[in-house]
């Protein structure tokens, strides 16, 4: 993949910041295009096939995943993917934008349980009960790859590298997900918070955003559902972090300055 976002993505209201330096647009959404909206751009040609199921496949058999992936229109903020319950027919993949995971219990009492960025894989979490079990939803305008499941099994069956390739994608949401329990139960709010910006600028890394300074997506509430914290303590920490000088908060925008120290955070819990 490129070093250079600008030359590869598309940049809508906003403002990022790569390897190379700001780019400031209009003070809105940030949105990542490296896979263009086009309906007709293919697995092969899309910048997150790096990152993507087309990861274990050679040529010719990304022609065959292609040949099953649907493009369907873009998603604004705040439209749903899916919802807790529906029926399961599809894993979707992230081609631009992010999206978040929330489910709701029988009280109506609601949890973030997940954030997903370009090249990220959604819906898995219907396989085992044909239904979804959390509801997903556009943080701001966004766009996916529909990747029908029956098909995906059917053609997992004749590509040996896919099938491997999608459980791996499945044993780390396992991970994942382990990883947050036991955030949750044993970690403090600082440890937590410093563990999720640690991992947004990994995630952001892979797709060639600066690792140290992007915009957040997702609002102080969404962070603080996800951390099992409240949106006044995930405020009161950021604050704390900034007077600290590990990082710089302006609105959405996070500038990591000091990633040692923030790492230096979340051992203290482990």
């Known amino acids: 993949m490129a070093n250079s976002v600008e030359n590869n993505a598309d940049i809508e209201e906003g403002r990022l910041t790569t390897a190379k330096g700001n780019i400031s ?16 751009v293919s697995c092969a040609s899309c910048r997150l096939n790096e990152l993507c199921l087309p990861l274990a496949l050679n ?3 990304i022609h065959k995943l292609d040949a099953i992936v649907e493009r369907n229109r873009p998603f604004t903020k ?9 029926e399961f027919k599809s894993v979707y993949a992230v081609r631009s934008g992010s999206f978040k995971s929330y489910f709701l219990s029988d009280s109506g009492k609601g949890r973030v349980t997940g954030f997903y ?22 943080l701001e305008h966004s766009s996916i790859c529909d ?16 099938q491997h390739h999608f459980f791996a994608i499945m044993g780390n949401e396992i991970a994942k997900d382990q990883q947050v329990h036991t955030l949750l139960s044993s970690y403090s709010a600082e ?14 890394a892979r797709v060639s955003l600066s690792p140290t300074r992007f915009l957040l997506s997702m609002t102080r509430g969404d962070i603080g559902e996800y951390l099992g914290l409240t949106v006044e303590t995930v405020s009161r920490i950021f604050t704390s972090l900034q007077k600290k000088g590990l990082i710089s908060v302006d609105n959405r925008e996070i500038e990591l300055l000091d990633i040692k120290r923030l790492r230096d955070i979340f051992s203290r819990g482990e």
């Open 25 to 40: 647009v209009r003070p809105s959404a940030t949105v990542l295009k490296i896979c263009p909206h086009n309906p007709t």
């Open 59 to 61: 040529k010719s058999e």
């Open 147 to 162: 990747i029908p499941f029956s098909q995906l099994e059917k053609l997992s069956r004749e590509l040996p590298s896919l």
């Open 78 to 86: 705040g439209d749903h993917l899916y919802r807790q319950s529906d």
């Open 117 to 138: 960025l370009p090249g990220e894989i959604i819906g898995m979490d219907g396989i085992a009960s044909n239904k979804y079990a959390n509801s997903t939803s556009a």
């Open 191 to 204: 440890e937590r918070t410093a563990s999720f910006l640690l991992g947004l600028s990994s995630r952001y």
